[in-house]
């Protein structure tokens, strides 16, 4: 792993790393930009003589500062007033640093989701599409398909419970088989 | 962990994801995540999944994912394997999602966005909607763009034109007045205008001599042939401009339904302009409006007026100049433009 080039490890990290950024903005375009900020970063590790052992620890704590330098940033913005809470924020990140979970798991658990996607009737999956791969908010969605925000948010809620369920029992199947 | 706590804690996060908790609800979640192994194991499979839901979004995979049977492989050691091959069966999507979908891939795009100067400024960047919207440019759809000139910045007489334009190198203009129309059929250059038979040539050039006689506003051609200043025809011919020679920029816009991107001249061209500026449709990556700056002043503004299907023979001649005698002029490049000659046929009956 060491020998892969660090942008490339970082790549590898995208979910990972995006999953958490989302979790703290829940802003999927700030969190591609810190992100992107924190690619730079890694990028420019490059010409630092200095050894990196653990690069996924590494690239976490990069993301995290990054993501904590533009909350910062953002919070002054007013149209951004309500943030995380400080001891939710704190929360999530150390959980997020200290995830010892390996990269197996990870995949393991992005196959199973590809299969659970399939398996969701057709308008939980028209759904899904609206929200992640249209990103349009709650209120678009629901303007789009007849229904109120609240509805729509807790569609989704339901439908993410249903994803997660079904991925956690792919995961057992595998485990129980492997 | 129990079923109803389970519940409870994965309802938390999803509220916390979708930003709907109060401000104890989101204190409720970090002292269970403080306290809980079980909790931070749920946060981060729940924040894993969040991410590849978006990263499978961006890339525009999730429906393709949802809508044939499943490429996924219980094998962890071909989840590198899984996406590529399912970005092979998905013809419609284009390079741009090609690129960001392998991890090589990505790796490799990045390194290209880093190592051309254009800086991601949010999600989306203006590599990508510059690609989009050449995409949209190069699809065989007809659009008529309103274009307006203005010679320089002092002038106030700007002149007003209508261009249809079609990928393939087809269009046709024409001003307010009718007083003249020019077209290219795919195949050949044309120009008539109001009593005066249709000049025809595969050759631009050699048509220059001919133009400077009958057609007072003969640099629209000069403009729509030169290599130098392939713009106002062609806003496929911009956007490879673009591409080529500017560094461009995503601007931030408050308009939601459009992206502008700001490209300004990376070393001095006295033929090309300074700045470009385009907008394009968030979704379709059709080109709305595009606004070009030249160093003299002089402007020209693009504004999409329409985007119709039109007839095949809505580019040639035939079309605008029925009855009209038509002039082809015979060319060979190594003759040059003084040794033309005039064949003459008619498109009357």
């Known amino acids: ?178 | 962990m129990n079923r109803q706590i389970q519940d409870n804690v994965d309802d938390l996060i999803i509220g916390h994801l979708d930003g709907t908790l109060t401000e104890e609800q989101e204190l409720e979640l970090a002292t269970t995540l403080n306290s809980s192994q079980a909790a931070k194991q749920s946060l981060l499979s729940y924040m894993r999944m969040e991410g590849r839901l978006y990263s499978l979004g961006r890339d525009g995979f999730i429906d393709h994912q949802m809508s044939g049977p499943t490429s996924a492989t219980d094998n962890p050691s071909e989840a590198e394997h899984q996406i590529p091959s399912a970005v092979v069966s998905v013809d419609r999507r284009r390079l741009g999602l090609l690129a960001a979908t392998t991890s090589l891939a990505a790796c490799a795009a990045t390194l290209l966005l880093l190592l051309s100067n254009i800086f991601w400024t949010t999600s989306v960047n203006a590599n990508g909607v510059l690609l989009k919207a050449q995409q949209a440019a190069a699809e065989l759809v007809d659009r008529t763009y309103h274009v307006k000139i203005t010679p320089n910045r002092s002038s106030s007489r700007a002149r007003e034109l209508n261009i249809t334009v079609r990928g393939g190198g087809r269009f046709f203009i024409q001003p307010a007045s009718s007083a003249y129309a020019i077209g290219n059929n795919g195949k050949d250059y044309w120009f008539t205008r109001a009593r005066s038979p249709v000049w025809v040539t595969s050759d631009f050039h050699s048509l220059e001599p001919e133009l400077r006689k009958n057609l007072p506003e003969r640099w629209l051609l000069e403009v729509a042939s030169s290599p130098n200043e392939p713009l106002l025809l062609d806003i496929a011919g911009i956007l490879a401009l673009i591409e080529s020679k500017f560094d461009a920029q995503l601007v931030d816009s408050k308009n939601e339904s459009t992206y502008h991107v700001h490209a300004s001249l990376k070393s001095k061209r006295p033929l090309s302009p300074q700045t470009i500026d385009f907008w394009s449709d968030v979704d379709t990556g059709v080109v709305q409006k595009a606004s070009l700056l030249f160093s003299n002043g002089r402007e020209m503004d693009f504004e999409l007026l329409n985007s119709a299907r039109l007839s095949e023979s809505w580019y040639d001649y035939a079309e605008h100049a029925t009855g009209k005698e038509v002039k082809r002029i015979a060319t060979d490049s190594k003759r040059g433009h003084r040794n033309q000659r005039f064949e003459a046929d008619s498109l009357r009956p």
């Open chain 1, 1 to 178: 792993m060491s020998e892969v080039p660090h942008i490339q490890q970082y790549l590898q990290l995208r979910n990972d790393f995006m999953g958490y950024l989302y979790a703290i903005t829940r802003d999927v375009e700030l969190s591609e930009e810190i992100y992107q900020n924190a690619a730079v970063v890694v990028i420019e590790k490059k010409n630092d003589p200095e050894k990196i052992r653990n690069f996924r620890a590494w690239a976490k704590e990069v993301v995290r500062r990054q993501a904590l330098h533009a909350l910062n940033a953002r919070q002054t913005a007013t149209r951004h007033a309500r943030i995380i809470s400080p001891e939710l924020l704190d929360a999530v990140s150390d959980t997020f640093i200290n995830d010892s979970s390996d990269e197996s798991e990870a995949n393991h658990e992005f196959n199973a989701l590809g299969k659970c996607l399939n398996e969701l009737p057709k308008a939980k999956r028209k759904l899904i599409t609206l929200r992640y791969e249209k990103n349009i908010t709650f209120t678009e969605i629901s303007e789009r398909i007849g229904s109120t925000p609240a509805a729509v948010q807790r569609s989704l809620s339901r439908i993410r419970k249903l994803l997660h369920g079904c991925i956690q029992k792919r995961i057992k199947v595998m485990e129980g088989t492997s």
